[in-house]
Nanobody, 120 residues
């Protein structure tokens, strides 16, 4: 199984960014895939967990209303649309297989992350 996150970059506060995660060796409909992040010097934080079967996303309180996770079954890819970005969203973002929760114990297998930097 491989999960390849991409799309990170540097943006200004209030701007948007779209992250992508191509999943190989595991089809989205087999389970759940989501995102977590790790800010410099901070513990990892769950962001979302998306079910392609029913389209339901679990999202953390810190991103609700700003971040949206979606999936494209044909491309076996999930996306994280991040709007109204804040400096505190600065982190390395990872996509991971997850278990219907944004608790960090839910994230079981991930690949390399992509860095998002938000400046004020």
């Amino acid at each position: 199984v491989q999960l390849q996150a991409s799309g990170g970059g540097s943006v200004q506060s209030g701007e948007s960014l779209l992250l992508s995660c191509l999943v190989k060796g595991f089809t989205l409909e087999e389970g759940n895939v989501g995102w977590f992040r790790q800010a410099p010097g901070q513990q990892r934080e769950g962001v979302s967990c998306f079910s392609a079967k029913n389209g339901i996303t679990m999202s953390s309180d810190s991103v609700k209303g700003r971040f949206t996770t979606t999936g494209d079954n044909a491309k076996n890819t999930i996306y994280l649309q991040m709007n109204s970005l804040k400096p505190e969203d600065t982190a390395v973002y990872y996509c991971s297989i997850c278990a219907r929760s944004t608790d960090m114990s839910s994230y079981t297998y991930w690949g390399q992350g992509t860095l998002v930097t938000v400046s004020s």
